[in-house]
């Protein structure tokens, strides 16, 4: 398979998150390509797969389709697995395969669809290992190998996580829904293990997001290690020195302590400031003047496993953010992202809903407001 060879792609993305992740691939070159819900379509060459795992900030990971073909039961789900060229697509070693299926299909047992598909590779099957992703719907059978390996949210620097941590593409479709221009000043008052800094760093400075992890495609046959090499070498001249004042704070030290420890990790550490701080203590960060961000993913209490702590408890949080704003940050964006239930009427804002999606199972919202003049 050469590197010009076209393949059709399926690039997955947390519900809501769909569109954006269509602008960031269409971003890329890659054509065609629409968004379906759960992610984006598109047909790529290989090349274009490697850059779409390195630098796509809000997709989960990316799938490849080897076959799609219809079977009415074992014999004709074995015939068309024969017509795949595997050593094609699979390194040595054994693989991971995962299936679903519809009820309404003849195959609807997924745990013997995926023993044939092992069969068929010819290859032993252990968790961890190359992955493929079987999907058995009205009897068309869709098979796709993985070509991230770990989730792309796993940028490959997070060290200390602290007690509700913010996935990484969670956090970067945050900052671009919220309509940071990447050049203000941004404040996040509950960072946290830092998420929402970093990725706002590595989006103001055009750091490749997987630039310090590696992937599955790269154990494939048809990898080119010294095209891989331009490609990388290619989004390290992408960098810029550019990086507005990123400031954070959170009342916990120790989640301080794990914003800065990830921030070096990921090379962003000169670029961030943290401290320890109740949100009633933080102020405006001096920025001669200039008006920015506040963005933040507030604390609540089924997010940090404590469900007894419901809107009503959060109401005094909320109130005193609301006077926070007001006194210190007039004129600025505030960007959240909060479910629906959290009173952030509270902070007395006009919020606007610009995103719904949902964070670790939880329905959540990205609401926007203006902090008035006074």
Not at 127 to 145: C, P
Not at 167 to 178: F, P
Not at 196 to 223: D, K, N, T, V, Y
Not at 319 to 340: E, H, K, S
């Amino acid at each position: 398979m050469s590197r010009s060879t076209r393949v059709d792609a399926f690039v997955v993305a947390t519900p809501g998150l769909e569109q954006l992740a269509l602008a960031e691939v269409v971003a890329l070159g890659v054509r065609p390509a629409r968004a379906v819900r759960g992610g984006v379509e598109c047909t790529v060459t290989l090349p274009q797969l490697w850059a779409m795992n390195l630098r796509l900030r809000t997709a989960t990971r990316v799938l490849v389709r080897v076959i799609r073909c219809k079977a009415d039961g074992f014999d004709s789900l074995a015939r068309g697995l024969a017509r795949v060229d595997w050593s094609e697509w699979l390194p040595d070693g054994a693989v991971d395969v995962r299936a679903s299926c519809d009820r309404s299909s003849a195959l609807y047992h997924s745990t013997a669809v995926a023993e044939r598909v092992v069969e068929a590779t010819g290859r032993p099957a252990a968790d961890g290992a190359q992955s493929l992703v079987v999907r058995v719907l009205d009897d068309v059978v869709t098979v796709s190998i993985d070509s991230s390996g770990p989730s792309l949210h796993q940028r490959g620097w997070r060290g200390p996580a602290g007690r509700a941590p913010l996935r990484e593409t969670l956090a970067a479709a945050l900052l671009i829904s919220s309509g940071w221009d990447r050049r203000s000043p941004l404040v996040d008052p509950f960072c946290g293990s830092g998420t929402i800094l970093i990725e706002a760093a590595m989006l103001a400075r055009r750091m490749a997001p997987g630039r310090h992890r590696s992937f599955a495609f790269e154990q494939w046959p048809s990898f080119d290690a010294a095209a891989w090499q331009r490609l990388v070498q290619g989004a390290d001249a992408d960098v810029v020195d550019r990086c507005p004042p990123l400031v954070g704070s959170d009342r916990d030290a120790g989640a301080v302590e794990a914003t800065l420890a990830n921030a070096t990790a990921a090379g962003v550490a000169d670029r961030i400031a943290a401290s320890t701080l109740a949100v009633s203590d933080v102020v405006t960060p001096r920025v001669d003047g200039r008006r920015g961000w506040v963005v933040c993913n507030p604390p609540y209490g089924e997010r940090l496993g404590r469900p007894g702590v419901g809107p009503r408890e959060l109401v005094p949080l909320f109130d005193r953010l609301g006077t926070v704003l007001a006194q210190q940050f007039a004129g600025w964006r505030v960007a959240m992202l909060v479910p629906d239930e959290v009173p952030v009427g509270h902070t007395r804002l006009a919020f606007e809903t610009v995103l719904h999606t949902s964070n670790g199972g939880i329905p959540v919202a990205v609401k926007v407001a203006t902090v008035p003049l006074p």
